[in-house]
Each structure stands twice: as C-alpha cells, then as structure tokens.
C-alpha cells in the first residue's frame, strides 16, 4: 500500500518493486530498481526518507526516523531490520534482525552483522565491519566480502523484477 | 484489520487510532486515544490483552500471550517489539527490536532498551532502566528520561489523530 499523508505522497521510480503487502506512507522517495518486500513498512511522516537506485529492504524491516534518512544505492537490507538511522552509505549489507538508532551513520561498503545493535549517534566508517549488542567495529570488509554482497544483491534485483511481472 | 475469534471481539475506543495495515483479533481491549501502527499484529486468542489510554505500539510489534497482558496508559513501544509478557506499567518506555518474553513484568515509568532481551518471569521494578541480553538492570530512570517518554507519547497521541482523520 502506498499512501500519502500531511500532503506527500510517495515518489517511487517505475521500475522499482514494492510488495502488494509493503506499506509506504509519507514523504518517502524511491530509486530505480529499489525492491521493498512483504511486511516491509517505510513511514516518512516526521521526516523524509530517501532510497537510493537497486536497493533491497527484505521482509517485515520498519523504516522509520525523526531526522532526514538517507539510505544509498545498492544497499541490502536483511528481513526484520528495524531501520532508524540518519544515514546509510552505498553497498552495506545490513544484516537480518539488526537495530540501527537515532542519528547513527553507517559509511559505503560497510557490513553490519546479523542482530547487531548500532547505538544513537554511533559512525561506522566506510569499509568498516561491525556486529554485537552493542555493536562494535571488529575490522575491515575484504574486497570478497563486497564481491558477495554484490552478487546477493543482483539476486534479490533479478528476483523483485520477477515479481513485478508477476504483479505480487 | 479487527477479527473477531472464538465469539470475541476486540473493543476499540473510538478515539483510538488503528492503522489499515495492523492486525487486530479476538479478547482484546484498546483505550481512548492509543495507537497500534503498521504492521502490527495483537492477538488476543489464548488470553485477553488489555492495552490502556494514550499507548503507542509502534511498526511491526507483536503482542500475544498465554496468560492475560496489561499494557498500562501512556506507553510507548517502539517498532518490532515482540510484547509476550504478563505487565507494562504506566509512561514506560520499550525500546525498539526488545523481546518482552513470558510472565515478565516491567513495571512504571521504565525504560527497556533498544534490542534488550526480558527473559522469562523477570520483573523489572518500578523506575528501572534495563537493557542487553539476556536484560539486567543498569540504574535508575532519571526525572528528565521520564519527560522524554511523555513527549514521545504527546507526539504519538498527535500524530495518530493526523492518521486517523486522513483514513489511513
């Protein structure tokens, strides 16, 4: 579902595929090729949100901030990602089950693990790995490490525009 | 949606604001002027739930339980919060991503950290601040972090109404 509130309504670019169970209210805007899956929630209602080109928010994630939220291009968000951050660089994966908090930002290329807990106003650099409750920076992410979160990324790509096409 | 099972209907006060894309079903009462956003699921099948006045379940929550649940007036639960417990007193505060797991009681003018982890029959006393996992009780909640549960309610109380007169 995707609805408009305080008169915006969401910009959502032709090519990128919302689940017919998504629901997108607000001041949200949405690139090419983007994928927003089943139970997936984006609400810009306090403010705007902005999803950059090719980027994957997989099943049942809230994305929700009181500030201005930027996620970039080529981004993999896992299932069940509760998204309230000020700022996600281009190709992170982020993983299933994670929490990411007020004003925190996460730079390009970063990888934050599975149930990892970014705390309010914690910096990921680029390139850098973080996971833990809270979640701390344990190194850097290899090139492979990047090779792969490509790879999963044209996957969930190719499989949303099946879906699409098959109007789900 | 609001479901009525096993010949029980949940009682909404009209003042109450439910999202179209929530879940509402069975022995399940909600107060004057509380919110349940998108995506929410409370399921009142085993057991009743009874959720008080000016109380927020935000995006993604799930609220169920064996035994009957009590969420107080003035509560504010953030996104993908599984509510399993037993009691949430009143103007507490639930982090998002916690699990609130069977029989705990969290008591008044609490706060339960982001991604926190109540365990079974925890009780949490009044003016606690828990958080990690498994949760432990890391001090007292100050006067100021109490005023900044009852602002979070005011805005919620607020925007809820926006919602709900636009039909959303």
């Known amino acids: 579902m995707i609805k408009s509130f305080r008169g915006k309504t969401p910009k959502i670019h032709e090519t990128a595929f919302i689940s017919e169970e998504a629901y997108i209210v607000g001041d949200v805007e949405i690139g090419e ?50 998204v309230h951050c000020a700022r996600i660089g281009d190709n992170v994966l982020v993983g299933n089950n994670a929490t990411l908090l007020d004003n925190a930002e996460i730079g390009s290329y970063c990888i934050v693990g599975a149930n990892a807990l970014v705390n309010m106003d914690m910096k990921v650099p680029d390139r850098a790995f973080a996971y833990g409750v809270p979640a701390r920076i344990k190194g850097e992410v290899p090139q492979e490490r990047t090779d792969i979160i490509t790879l999963a990324l044209l996957f969930n790509m190719v499989m949303a525009k099946e879906y699409k096409e098959h109007g789900l | 949606m609001i479901r009525t099972f096993n010949g029980k209907t949940p009682k909404i006060h009209e003042t109450a604001f439910i999202s179209e894309a929530a879940y ?21 099948d085993h057991a009743p739930i009874v959720i008080g006045k000016n109380t927020q379940i ?35 505060l639930i982090g ?38 498994p949760a432990r009780i890391k001090g007292e909640v100050s006067q100021e972090r109490i005023d900044i549960t009852r602002q979070s309610v005011d805005i919620y109380v607020k925007m809820s109404k926006e919602y709900k007169e636009q039909g959303l």
């Open chain 1, 33 to 82: 090729g983007a994928g927003i899956w089943p139970g997936t929630v984006i609400r810009g209602d306090s403010a705007k949100i902005t999803i950059g080109r090719n980027t994957q928010i997989e099943d049942n994630c809230t994305v929700h901030s009181g500030v201005p939220m930027t996620i970039g291009e080529n981004v993999l968000i896992g299932h069940n990602v509760v």
């Open chain 2, 24 to 44: 509402i079903a069975g022995d399940v009462e909600i107060g004057e002027s509380s919110s349940v956003w998108p995506g929410t699921v409370i399921r009142g």
């Open chain 2, 58 to 92: 935000e995006d993604n929550c799930t609220v169920h339980s064996g035994t009957p649940l009590t969420i107080g007036d003035n509560v504010h639960i953030g996104h993908n919060v599984v509510v399993h417990c037993s009691r949430i007193g009143d103007t507490t």
């Open chain 2, 96 to 133: 998002n991503h916690a699990t609130l797991s069977e029989y705990a009681e969290i008591g008044y003018f609490c706060v339960v950290g982001a991604g926190a982890l109540v365990t079974p029959g925890m009780k949490v006393p009044d003016r606690t601040f828990v958080v990690g996992v």
